[in-house]
């Protein structure tokens, strides 16, 4: 590759572009040079003989071809395809033009380089549109510049400079040179939605071809000359750690190193809310080969004890929290009587509209019902690994990380050396689902290297990974209805909690739509680490509130869709309380959509329908799932997708998404449990944690989206959640029974 | 440790590892072919399929101990220029998203569709059910399936 004729530090740090219109001022900055890898090579034309970086988000060949660097981490949810679009759109060239590399974390050019909350194109649609937007005016200026026209007159499409009057024409590979010379404008006008030429067409996944024909792209594909494979073995169970360890015979096995132990903290180091509490002093064998590590592993004779309790002080973008993790050695039946045990007087009011009181005093009927889940292990197919190689004075590591910025000072604070030592690359992730939002295998491995000094790569076992922690929290709500005597809802009551969090969010739907509300949470601490997982609390509240709004309609013999659609109605016409966060009016509208789109109105009365709906990550998702009986077996036929996320970006990609989604929640509710017996997780492996399988998915998904010209909103979490309410109500239809505790079906086999 | 001679994607590989490594580790550590992937090594997953002899099989299980009698390929050798039909199928429908599991789903579909060239829909269910995909691409996949066969 060669390298970028711009001088190192020339346009640094512009902190702020001014966008014409709005005269907004966006946290963006530029960097002449950063470091790049990893060549996106899926076209067939020739790479340039030089490349002009324009700025820190892309450079352009003499040939008119453009790298474009996608900043954010890639996790399935395929912003490396998407975020690459907003720069192409507002540059003006030609999709087939563009390659696309994976950025490295650098915070002198980009923000936010975080997979997580469903935010990656929402905060960057100003930021990569203006990237695109700014270096197509350079190129348009420079162009002016050598024909002597004013600017204003330069035209720009698919790549190619015009000026109509005196009939000049030259491709963006042209006009880069000159192009990249010239300082960054301070002002530019980003294109009306309705011009938009790339946004709103399906581009194939930019990795593609290497995925399907097994290019390395991952984490776990790593190798380096010398680089050494380190594996850890922490304790059995949570709430135990490590005693004693005699590590004789595993050193002397063909292809070991050494077996250490590591601590991933040092004892004053300031931790993160990403960092971890669980296993902090690990065992780690260190040796020459995957296989030979693995087989050591099993030679290692260590003894654990009881942990003490453990206070942490975490931080988390500028707050204190303190976590609170008791000792001794938890089972799941334990948990499960002391959730069902929590009541008002142990819980704290989030809301309160009205008389919730009285009005329950003064029900004709009152409906109570309370659903449940388990932990569940996020397991991304790729186990948890990185590559670190550390050295005196450098930190270099390499891997699967949804929070690269975060755990950059995890990795600094524990080495002792200073941020800018410390460099971070992101690789393609095999999967993530907030267990990478946790890095402390990136700590680790950094501390391994550093003690081996050698580069290394620290891998997990499927079973290391599954039995680690950080899993989805259990959850448990109860919901209460008070009815009038015209069955209208006059009160509603939801009290829930978990271990160790509420689920919670008391100011969405139905809070608004009804006159008596009250909102209570509690929590119960554990020493089971749990973490954000896709769509955190959402993706039980969502099922558990819907489910009830299900069971509710029925009682009061209205049509499930109808109910939804009257109690958003009186959230639009006359809404209780100030602080609801959700619209009703786009509620409605994925409700009115995927009623429509799946026939619901005119619908075959044989069929088992179940519907639902929610608002979570600044979307809104409505879906009918279809189940029919085989024998005594629901399968599980079509599923309607109705999704309000604004402007979709990328379609054909988008409803990918939403359809894993979709699987993946069904998965979820109907299969997937961690339980625990003195503390040590029951399920270690995909031989009794049961995934969804491909007999088990849908047979049908069709995904439909409001049009609007709303600036896109979240996408990878929203259709996560509410799929597994419309399965619970389909379920009902199907069989005659409500569910009320996931997984629905535990009673299922395991297929292999 | 034991020198084993092995014929993978046409060409022979000279390997010194002890007997029990399984072909995954093989594979990933010793030949640099790390398009198999590791997903579960207790072949419950089907990441690291592979074929052998033309039959999927779980690289996670077969030792190269008893790997040598064998013709086998892995997803980099399935086809010269990543045209096979099932790869192309792949891309028509942008079938990944994490896309880790998928060389495994790739390898495991080619095996299907060379004993079966138009495989039910319950066919591809019973062969494709041991290969897991954690972000859901299952409706995808049985299309690129169906696709690939020419359904």
Known sequence: MNTSKVAMGRRSFIKSVSLAGGGMVIGFSWLASCKQKEAHVAVAQELPKEWFEMNGFLKIGDNGLVTIYSPNPEIGQNVKTSMPMLIAEELDVDWGDVLVEQAPLNTDVFTRQLAGGSQSIRQGWESLRTAGATAKQMLKQAAAEAWQVPVSEITTENGIITHTGTGNSAGYGEMASAAAQLDIPEEITLKEKRDFKIIGTSRKNVDGKKIVTGQPLYGLDIQRDDMLIAMVVHPPAFGMQLKSLDASEAKNMPGIKDVITVDTYTEDQSKSAFDTSAFTKLVVVVGESTWQVMQAKKAVKAEWELAPEIENEMHIFGRTMTVNHPAGLENTNTHKAQMVDMGPERAQIERKDGDPEKAFQNAAKVVERSYSCPFLAHNPMEPMNFFAHVTDDHAELVGPIQTPEIMEQSVADRLGLPLEKVDIMMTRMGGGFGRRLYGHFLVEAAVISQTMKAPVKLVYTREDDMTHGTYRPAYRATYKAALDENNELIGFHVIAGGIPESPLAANRFPAGAVDNYLAESWAIESNITTGAFRAPRSNFIAGAEQSFLDELAEIVGKDPIQFRLDLLQRSIDKPVGENNDYDPLRYKGVLELVRDKSGWNNQDASKNRGVSAYFCHNSYVAQVLDIEMEGDKPVVQDVYCAIDCGIVVNPDAASNLAEGGIVDGIGHAMYSAITFKEGKPEQQNFDRYRLIRHSEAPKRIQVDFVQNDIDPTGLGEPPFPPIMGALANAMYQATGKRYYDQPFNAAQPVIG | ?151
């Open chain 2, 1 to 151: 440790m034991a020198a084993f001679t092995l014929k993978i994607n046409g060409e022979r590989h000279e390997v010194d590892v002890d007997p029990s490594t399984p072909m995954l580790w093989v594979l990933r550590d010793h030949l640099n072919l790390v398009g198999t992937k590791y997903g579960c090594g207790i072949a419950q997953c089907g990441a690291c399929t592979i074929h052998v002899d033309g039959d999927a099989v779980r690289s996670c299980q077969l030792p190269i101990s008893s790997a040598e009698a064998y013709e086998m390929t892995t997803i980099e050798g399935l086809s010269e220029n990543g045209d096979h039909p099932v790869q192309k199928a792949w891309l028509e429908h942008d079938v990944p998203q994490c896309g880790y599991c998928q060389a495994g789903q790739v390898m495991s579909a080619a095996a299907l569709l060379k004993s079966n060239p138009s495989p039910s829909d319950q066919d591809i269910d019973s062969t494709m059910n041991g290969n897991i995909c954690r972000c859901g691409t299952y409706t995808r996949i049985k299309a690129a399936i169906k696709s690939a066969s020419g359904q």
